[in-house]
């Protein structure tokens, strides 16, 4: 072959390559709490597998950088599942403590919550009989804080531990890496730690402006945190120094939150008023109610922006939302009561961050 040849082919063969990973969107994993993963093509939107966690009731997930790892916090065993993407193996299983819930990951390591004085199911409403018997019995039995749980992936060990408060829930990184900041639903508090000695930073007090804080997200450039506050139907707005700098009303029992990529809007999946709501992150003004499905929790943006995705429980599927016209354009069956959902490639989302 001439040289010439040789490099129109070669050419030719680098458009080629670069046309179809400019055109691969990537992959969304679905964990169904009643099931396992599912497995969907963001590209055509279908459903192409799924993933046998090898224990019950997986909840939380978070997916490795490179992409080579999931990991899924299975409740009824308290375990975490590592499982290879590429052959859907179970790699190992890491047990973590009772109940783990959330999964979160930096770098190696995963860090997962768990509860070690939970009895399972919802909480009771606050002010109610249950509620005041629950409060007088945690008094009586000095119950257990919560924990978070820190997996070195490489090892697939569980070395170390960081104490949060009663039921956490909800895991972010602050933007300097350096801080772990946690919701802890049962006491009203959001904690913040030191990630390398565990050594509680501080503690904000959230039942001034609402009860139950669940979802928990840093914005894009560091400057500011949110976590919503289930049972106060808003979500806080805190400085860098966690300093309370305001309340922004939501629909009914929100969860979920984050900001997009560029920290220009903040999302928030209102679970009982059944809408994903979308803000202005400057001025707080709502842009817009998207009607949704039944217990819709957790939702990511695809890894190109252009759709969110979001995980309704109750609906037994994802739905596909335009970022763009803030519209619901497809529903995907995912069944068995689907949790949360995470990308590869990385993206934003109620439980992940994109990589850039």
Same mark, same amino acid.
């Given at each position: ?23 691969? @969107? ?18 055509t ?29 299975? @409740? ?27 999964? @979160? ?9 768990y509860?070690?004085?939970? =009895?399972? $199911? ?34 697939? /060990?569980?070395v170390?531990?960081?104490?949060? $408060? ?38 904000? /007090? ?8 669940? $979802? ?6 560091? /400057? ?15 400085? =860098? ?46 842009? /817009?109610?998207v009607?949704? $499905? ?20 109750k ?8 970022a ?5 354009t ?27």
């Amino acid at each position: 072959m001439k040289l010439s040849h040789l490099l129109i082919a070669t050419a030719v063969s680098l458009a080629i390559s670069n046309q179809a990973n400019a055109e691969y @969107r990537g992959k969304a994993y679905v964990s169904a709490q009643d099931a396992g993963i599912s497995v969907i093509d963001i590209e055509t939107l279908a459903l192409i597998g799924s993933i046998d966690t090898k224990a019950p009731s997986p909840r939380g997930l978070g997916i490795s950088n490179d992409g080579k790892l999931l990991v899924v916090a299975t @409740r009824d065993n308290g375990s975490v599942s590592i499982i290879d993407t590429a052959s859907h193996e179970v790699l190992s299983q890491v047990k973590v403590g009772q109940n783990p819930e959330f999964v @979160r990951i930096k770098g190696d390591f995963a860090f997962v919550s768990y509860e070690p004085s939970s =009895k399972g $199911g919802p909480p009771p409403t606050p002010g109610s009989a249950e509620a005041l018997a629950a409060a007088k019995e945690s008094e009586d039995d000095d119950t257990e804080p919560a924990r978070i749980g820190i997996i070195d992936l490489k090892s697939g /060990k569980k070395v170390g531990e960081i104490t949060g $408060g009663p039921e956490t829930e909800g895991i972010e990184f602050s933007k300097d890496g350096k801080q772990l900041i946690v919701t802890n639903e049962a006491d009203n508090t959001v904690t913040v730690h030191n990630i390398k000695t565990g050594k509680l930073l501080k503690t904000i /007090k959230t039942h001034q402006y609402g009860d139950r804080p669940r $979802g928990i997200k840093v914005s894009p450039d560091g /400057k500011t945190y949110l976590a919503t506050l289930e049972y106060g139907n808003k979500f806080l707005v805190m400085d =860098k120094k966690f300093k309370v700098i305001r309340t922004v009303d939501t629909g009914a029992a929100p969860y979920g939150i984050t900001y997009d990529r560029k920290g220009e809007r903040i999302y928030v999946a209102a679970n009982k008023a059944k809408t994903l709501q979308v803000f202005d992150a400057k001025s707080y003004e709502k842009i /817009k109610d998207v009607p949704t $499905g039944n217990r819709c929790w957790h939702f990511s943006f695809t890894p190109d922006d252009k759709e969110i995705l979001l995980a309704c429980g109750k609906s037994n599927a994802l739905l596909v939302i335009d970022a763009e016209k803030l519209e619901v354009t497809k529903q995907v069956e995912v069944k068995n009561m689907p949790w949360g959902v995470v990308t590869y490639p990385k993206s934003t989302g109620s439980l992940d961050s994109a990589l850039k």
